[in-house]
């Protein structure tokens, strides 16, 4: 009985812990980046339940790059704090597409290249220069069940698995597909803290709802209110985003979004401290995981042993 409710302990932690998916290293590359090269990028918006109208896509040039494949943020994006080097995991990808959305629309950023797509879906965008692009999200809506094409962060060039360097893109979005609802959604902003003592963060912040690029509410968080803010929108398609307003002296801001949840993290910029304050605590959720996941492995063991002093 014990072997399997150790076994069980195990199972549940290895369903816990993150699932991580690497991109392939620049270490690999066989040669450095050409940072003067032109780059083509073609983006195909097509789905096999529908034809699609045209879509009008926009994409950003978020950051150049030089010859070691290194990132430097353009002018339009200087100010957003972001750390675009050294990032691995999906998820860390995620956080920088989603933090996008919000800077971008909240802050009215002029676009690099703006395109309609054909009679095909695609979108095809020549002589962009070398960087890291962000292109905007796209939701459209066809008798009655809408389409939704998350946005996307994009390096040109990127690096193919024989360690070369290619420099004309191709990519076609998968749609999200959603039949016709007539009900509210629940959507809820949360906001952690990231390194820092309790007593020197702001007592409050401010936080802009917009819904497809235009605010509908800000709203004040604090502890009062445990540091998150619920509302409700009729399901309809549009593009809920939130963001920051004053973002604390010190401090870089990001976002990430698990469905109709947006959680806001200020990260203090000095500190290696990786705990989460209020209103939860990231490092102790992955100390009590790894514990569990410690203490099964412990129990399994030890089963076995005394089941092989049984049998001997």
Excluded: H
């Excluded at 994409?59 to 002018?75: H, I, K």
């Excluded at 500190?271 to 102790?284: Q, V």
């Amino acid at each position: 009985m014990k072997n399997k409710v150790s076994l069980i302990i195990l199972t549940v932690c290895l369903l816990l812990i993150p699932y991580t998916v690497y991109a392939l290293s620049t270490d690999q590359a066989k040669e450095p980046v050409d940072p003067d090269a032109l780059c083509t990028l073609t983006l195909t918006y097509a789905s096999a339940e529908a034809a699609l109208p045209p879509l009008t896509v926009e994409v950003y040039r978020v950051a150049e790059v030089s010859r070691d494949f290194r990132y430097t943020l353009t002018e339009a994006f200087g100010d957003s704090g972001l750390i675009l080097n050294g990032l691995l995991s999906q998820s860390e990808w995620n956080t920088l597409r989603t933090t996008l959305d919000s800077y971008v629309t909240s802050n009215g950023v002029s676009p690099t290249a703006t395109l309609t797509t054909d009679e095909n879906g695609a979108a095809s965008f020549a002589d962009l220069a070398t960087g890291l692009y962000y292109v905007s999200p796209q939701t459209v809506t066809v008798d009655g069940f809408r389409y939704y094409f998350a946005s996307a962060v994009i390096a040109l060039p990127d690096l193919r698995e024989d360690g070369t360097w290619n420099y004309e893109i191709t990519a076609k979005p998968k749609p999200d597909v959603r039949p016709p609802s007539s009900t509210d959604l629940e959507y809820r902003v949360l906001k952690l803290w990231k390194g820092g003592e309790e007593e020197t963060r702001p007592t409050e912040i401010t936080v802009d709802l917009l819904k497809d690029g235009t605010v509908v509410k800000t709203v004040t968080l604090s502890e009062e209110n445990g540091w998150s803010y619920s509302w409700f929108a009729a399901d309809d398609g549009s593009l809920w985003t939130v963001a920051e307003q004053n973002v604390p002296e010190g401090y870089t801001v990001t976002v990430e979004q698990n469905d109709t949840v947006y959680t806001v993290v200020n990260t203090l910029e000095s500190s290696d401290d990786s705990s989460m304050g209020n209103p939860g605590d990231a490092g102790n959720l992955n100390f009590i995981i790894l514990f569990l996941c410690a203490a099964g492995i412990v129990l399994v063991l030890l089963g076995m042993q005394r089941r092989k002093g049984v049998e001997a």
